[in-house]
């Protein structure tokens, strides 16, 4: 395949043919933007300001036949093909460097059958639509934390939210899902249709196929949930955090709890007085009724004297959203990395107060997310997500907006990453990953017992590697 340098991008693309092109647009009836087309650039971007490659063509599918099609046409002309479902991936794989991008954007829409309690979404479709959607019956899948994020890469590597204990990851939830695979078909996979394939969706990734559909459980969830956001004096850390473990150790199942080191936002709601002070955030949703959660919640409210409490009942959809805006597209720039760990030990906290002390920007944090309940009831090799024991995950998450802070902010999180690796077996949650600089390393850890078998399902169903921008799993004779 001849190869083209880009004049404008400065990449290296295989050289299409215009025909081809031109082919591939009547066939998909739909959207092919290439680099100089309206909307093209605006397409190329993800969430994360620090990703900025030029892909060859992006491919606006619409239906599962598009993005067969397209997955067809990338290995005949032997492109490199990125997925991208909400473009909220971390690490900036769902957009690719003169490749082809298939971008499930436009494919939105979304089914609730409130009598067998389940839900089917497309791969385009973002947590809030699909809150929004299933809040109309009072029911919720367990998704993630922010309502822009896409509902495909949250839930095909996990998926943690404020539902996580009482009803399981996301992956948990999925009763069935719509696949476009390597060659050229499109399969479901379920229980009882290629379960190997269901299986390895259920936590194994982007690397099986393109998820065109996702059918999920849903559960009776709201209208409103109580809902518990203290702030706290960072400087109480020390005495907070034993309290807080003390209390997610005896927890029920229904209250899933986090708590946060972070520096308080300079706009209302904020106290002016409490506006720019570090502090630590505890947050917490009771995921049955209002009433008990109260209670239940109370304890949380009373770890020391609160700098501010916006603890109240909340729609469950109000909820999703109440940390959208710190995290806004396009320009800001991310870099988030996790471990998780079995105990919150003394020694940990420690080392937790000690490096959000060091944080480089103010729009930094440290979060402890609550672990156990549901998600602990499935056995490790019930489906491809294996970590499912830990007690907590630490997510350091370095949040910036200019090129210069790049290096002290990505060196912040991995000296905190590695710091805290000391305490536990090392593993990351893989939709925190950093940019996967540990390879393949990475992804043994996190599969454990279950990646053998993911690797022989993969040789199944993607011999060629043709989906590798992702969490890679690689075929057999590719490994290590
Ligand atoms: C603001 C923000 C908040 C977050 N909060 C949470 C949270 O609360 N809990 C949590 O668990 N995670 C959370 N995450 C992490 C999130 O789960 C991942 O970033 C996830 O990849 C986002 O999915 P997406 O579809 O938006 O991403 P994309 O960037 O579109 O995709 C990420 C990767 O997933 C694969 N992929 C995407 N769509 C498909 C598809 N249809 N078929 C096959 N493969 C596909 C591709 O490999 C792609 O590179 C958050 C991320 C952000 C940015």
């Known amino acids: 395949m001849p190869e083209l340098r880009n004049p404008s991008t400065g990449t290296t693309e295989p050289y299409l043919e215009e025909p081809a092109v031109q082919k591939f647009k009547s066939e998909i009836q739909g959207e092919v933007l290439r680099p100089g087309d309206p909307g093209y650039n605006q397409a190329r971007h993800v969430w994360n300001g620090m990703i900025d490659r030029h892909p060859a063509l992006i491919a ?9 099609e397209a997955v067809r046409f990338a290995q005949e002309h032997n ?5 991208r479902g909400g473009g909220h991936g971390v690490s900036g794989l769902a957009v690719c460097d003169g490749g082809l991008v298939v971008d499930l954007t436009p494919m939105k829409e979304i089914r609730v059958d409130p009598k067998s309690r389940s839900a089917r979404a497309e791969g385009g479709v973002t947590w809030g639509e699909l809150d929004l959607a299933t809040q109309a019956h009072s029911l919720a899948v367990p998704g993630g934390m922010v309502s822009e994020t896409g509902i495909a890469g949250l839930t095909l590597n996990g998926g943690l939210g404020w539902l996580r204990r009482r009803y399981g990851l996301s ?13 050229g078909r499109v399969l479901t996979a379920s229980d009882r249709e290629n379960p190997d394939l269901f299986w390895a969706l259920r936590g194994g990734g982007g690397n099986f196929g393109v998820v065109t ?18 702030l706290y004096p960072a400087e109480r850390a020390r005495d907070i955090l034993p309290s807080y473990r003390s209390y997610a150790a005896n927890a029920p199942d229904e209250v899933t709890s986090l708590a946060i080191f972070a520096t308080v936002p300079r706009h209302p709601p904020f106290e002016p007085n409490v506006q720019g002070r570090s502090v630590l955030i505890v947050g917490a949703c009771y995921a049955d009724s ?3 959660g109260e209670r239940a919640l109370a304890p949380l409210r009373k770890l020391a004297d609160p700098l501010m409490d916006f603890s109240s009942p909340t729609p469950y959809v109000q909820m999703q959203k109440v940390f959208d805006e710190d995290y806004p597209p396009g320009r800001r720039r991310y870099y988030w990395k996790s471990v998780y760990e079995d105990r919150l030990s003394d020694e940990v906290i420690d080392r937790l107060i000690a490096h959000a002390e060091k944080r480089p920007s103010p729009l930094s944090t440290i979060a402890v997310w609550h672990l156990g309940g549901a998600i602990r009831r499935l056995r490790p090799q019930e489906t491809a997500f294996h970590h499912r024991a830990a007690a907590y995950l630490i997510g350091c998450e370095a949040n910036w907006d200019l090129p210069e802070d790049d290096v002290s902010n990505v060196l912040w999180v991995r000296n905190c990453i590695s710091d805290l690796r000391r305490f536990s077996d090392g593993v990351v949650y893989l939709n925190f990953p950093g940019f996967l600089e540990e390879g393949e390393d990475m992804m043994r850890a996190a599969y454990g017992a279950n990646y053998e078998r993911l690797m022989a399902l993969k040789t199944q169903y993607d011999p060629a590697n043709v989906f590798h921008l992702n969490q890679n799993i690689k075929p057999l004779y590719m490994a290590k």
Request: glycine residues 4%.
């Open 79 to 83: 492109l490199s093909m990125a997925v």
């Open 213 to 230: 559909s996702f059918e999920f459980r849903l559960h009776p969830v709201g209208p409103e949930v109580m809902f518990g956001l203290i």
């Open 290 to 292: 209002v009433r008990d």
């Open 60 to 68: 606006r599918c619409r239906t599962s036949e598009h993005v067969a």
């Open 171 to 183: 992956c948990d939830n999925l009763l069935s899902a719509e696949v476009a695979t390597a060659d």
